[in-house]
């Protein structure tokens, strides 16, 4: 059956769409099971995720899937038709490879991607629709994308904020592990600074944030400390890095704040990255000589440069993904000739036992072996030549040309002299 990738994802459909077409990891593999209940549909895998939704799965067309996804999810087919997009063999193979590498990610070059990609297949093993088609084609996927990210720069460059506030404050602090991180704020943002920064494994981490339940929510899996706003300039000297991002009118962090931390702090460095519109920190700090402010477009040029980066890592890796993509389609090729060689083999067995049949009954009659041994290989050979030779005799006018370069390639015969 053929193979094909189908569903949505951010580039084609918006989050209000994305959310109703999205499986949890508890219906999962009930919707497997359902999918490939029927003759329709043979093998599928299916990966779900914030940004995408989509079905690998071998049909001979790809409306089953499509109605069946409506179906399940109780739409109308029409709701999500528009932004559905179903790529046949050859762009499946390249669609869930590009996947897999994070050349179709939302941050171009991420490697979560992967990790879910696994997951997708683990799961239609664990569920039985996982056939040896889609066995392969993972395998293959997998392969890629570790070749992609060990032979390209798709993914050695910072691409986020999160990832550029880290850096910088490395280009300061060598070792992150040393420092006291404070995050002043709790939204998204800081959420995501937090997540970076503790990856790092800092000294101390600490959130400062006007509602307290919500600091304590966001600090508890990382084990931070919990401030109040009212205690930032008391406690601002035992902090080496400070990441700010409130939606606060007025700076929170003056310039007098600052410098008697940096006293107290006996002139030891300060990095300060401010990422509110407008500042949390007031600008004149960046003047001070022991502190280092970066500000939201400080980081947007880190995170420009490495997009510009990976960019050209781009063509790199669709270049890898290409010539991988031929060679998965020589193989799906291969498995599609197996029946065929098969029948050849059992053919050319079953002339082989009918002339040394015959040959035995000739020597048992006491014909001269020579002569039977002469018949044998004449009766094989006849057979065999049979099919090719009926084949070039019945070829019309205008294929007559074509059938003769089919069997001289066959047969690895010279050309005409």
Not at 137 to 152: G, I
Not at 358 to 363: D, E, N, S, T, V
């Amino acid at each position: 059956m053929p193979l094909y990738a189908l569903g949505l994802n951010h580039h084609t459909a918006p989050l209000a769409i994305r959310e109703r077409v999205a499986f949890g990891p508890g219906s999962l593999e009930r919707a497997l099971r359902d999918l490939t209940c029927g003759p329709a549909v043979r093998e599928a895998a299916i990966l779900s995720t914030c940004n995408r939704t989509e079905l690998y799965f071998a049909a001979e067309t790809p409306r089953h899937a499509t109605d069946w996804l409506a179906r399940f999810h109780h739409l109308p087919s029409g709701e999500i038709a528009p932004y559905l997009y179903a790529h046949p063999e050859r762009e499946a193979i390249r669609h869930v490879f590009r996947v897999a590498s994070g050349l179709d990610s939302m941050v171009l070059g991420e490697p979560q991607i992967l990790g879910q990609v696994k997951e997708a297949a683990r799961r239609a093993e664990e569920a039985g629709t996982l056939g040896a088609l889609l066995h392969k084609l993972f395998q293959s996927t997998f392969a890629v994308a570790k070749e992609v990210r060990s032979t390209t720069a798709i993914g050695a460059n910072i691409v986020s904020i999160a990832a550029a506030a880290v850096h910088l404050a490395e280009r300061i602090f060598e070792r992150i592990d040393e420092q006291r991180v404070l995050f002043i704020g709790a939204g998204e943002i800081i959420a995501l600074c937090l997540a970076h920064f503790a990856s790092a494994s800092p000294r101390a981490l600490a959130i400062a944030n006007r509602t307290e339940a919500r600091a304590r929510a966001l600090a508890e899996p990382f084990g931070a400390e919990t401030l109040t706003m009212e205690a930032i300039a008391e406690a601002l000297p035992r902090f080496d890095i400070v990441v700010s991002c409130t939606a606060s009118p007025l700076p929170i962090v003056g310039l007098g704040m600052v410098e008697r931390a940096v006293r107290a702090r006996r002139h030891r460095p300060m990095v300060m990255v401010d990422l509110a519109v407008p500042r949390d920190i007031e600008a004149e700090v960046a003047g001070l000589d022991d502190v280092f402010l970066y500000t939201i477009d400080d980081l947007a040029q880190v995170v420009d440069a490495g997009l510009e980066s990976r960019q050209q890592a781009v063509v790199e890796a669709e270049s890898i993904i290409d010539s991988r993509v031929d060679g998965f389609l020589h193989w799906l090729r291969a498995r599609d000739a197996v029946p065929v060689i098969r029948a050849l083999r059992q053919h050319a067995e079953t002339v082989r036992e009918a002339e040394l049949e015959r040959a035995r009954k000739l020597l048992a009659r006491g014909d001269d072996p020579a002569r039977v041994l002469e018949a044998l290989s004449h009766g094989i050979t006849n057979k065999l030549m049979h099919g090719p030779t009926r084949y070039l005799n019945q070829a019309e006018d205008a294929h007559h040309a074509e059938a003769g370069r089919v069997v001289r390639q066959l047969f690895n015969l010279p050309g005409h002299s």
